[in-house]
C-alpha cells in the first residue's frame, strides 16, 4: 500500500473535518493497492467461491466508513493499521463461517516459509489457526501480533509497519522474525 502518506493524511484530515466527498478521493488513492493485496489473498481460491477480492476490500471499505462520519483518524498509518484489522477479522469471520458450513474435517498443519507467513486462503482451518496462534502471541508480545496483522493481512512493508507502530524498521524486522518463527512452531503442533 503506497500511496503518497501527504496525500492519505490530507483526506482523512478532510474526512475528519466534515468532507463526505473524501472518502471517495480517499477511496481513490488506497483501493489500488488494497485490491492488489487481496487478490494475493484470494490466489488459489476455487473459482466459484462466495469472497472475491472485490467483495473484501469493499467490505473493508465498508467497515471503515459506514456510520463512522466522526472518526477521529490520525493520520495514513492509522487508517492502514485499521483497514489491515478489518481485513484480517473478514477472513477470519469468512473462514468461520465457511467451517461452519461444512462441519467437520481435521485441522490441517499450516506450512510458513522462511521468508514470509503464508497461509492459503482457500483453506479455511488455517486462517483460523492462524488466528488463534496471534491471538496467543498477542498475549505474549502485542507489539509482534500487530505486526504480523499488519505485514501479513495488510500488505505493509517493514518500513510502513515502523510508521504504524512509532517504531525503528530494524525493530520491526527482528520482531518478524521473531514472530515468524514463533508461529512456525506453533502452528505446526498438532491440535490439542
Known sequence: MDPSVGEITQQLASLRGGNSAA????AELVYPAMHARAIQFMRGERSDHTLQPTALVNEVFLKLFKGQTNVDWQDRAHFLAVASANMRRILVDHARRRRAEVRGGG???VDLDVAHVHVDPARSEEILDLDAALKELAEMDPRQARLVELMHFGGLTEEEAAEVEGIHA??????WASARAWLQTRLRK???
Do not use: C, E, S
Open 170 to 175: 530494524r525493530t520491526v524486522r527482528r520482531d
Open 190 to 192: 498438532p491440535p490439542a
Open 23 to 26: 472518502k471517495d478521493a480517499l
Open 107 to 109: 485441522i490441517a498443519k
